[in-house]
């Protein structure tokens, strides 16, 4: 089973940038597909973008064209570069498994865009 650890949250205004962190462990992160997710107060989790093995990405039409995702297979490691936030990007966002996470999620981090 992969564990999994969120960072790089934080408190933002609106316009700027935060780059996420997803440490996984184990050598099987590699052979994943991968994705962010992200649930706001009193809604749903939505997944915001996937990456496939390959590199592929593929993202929620609310965050196109201003987040990116990419992973570093040498380091175990996932990242969300996002970059002209809005209020409505305020959340806790995770990674897990995509496009069908696992059971098992990590704490998270909290990003909040406000001014």
């Known amino acids: 089973q992969v564990q999994l650890v969120e960072s790089g949250g934080g408190l933002v205004q609106p316009g700027g940038s935060l780059r996420l962190s997803c440490a996984a462990s184990?050598?099987?992160?590699?052979?994943?597909?991968m994705g962010w997710y992200r649930q706001a107060p009193g809604k749903q989790r939505e997944v915001v973008a996937g990456i496939t093995v390959g590199g592929a990405t593929n993202y929620a039409d609310s965050v196109k064209g201003r987040f990116t995702i990419s992973r570093d297979a040498s380091k175990n490691t996932m990242y969300l570069q996002m970059n002209s936030l809005k209020p409505e990007d305020t959340a806790v966002y995770y990674c897990n498994r995509a496009p069908s996470p696992g059971d098992s999620w990590g704490q998270g981090t909290q990003v909040t865009v406000s001014s």
């Open positions: 184990g050598s099987i992160f590699k052979f994943l597909a």
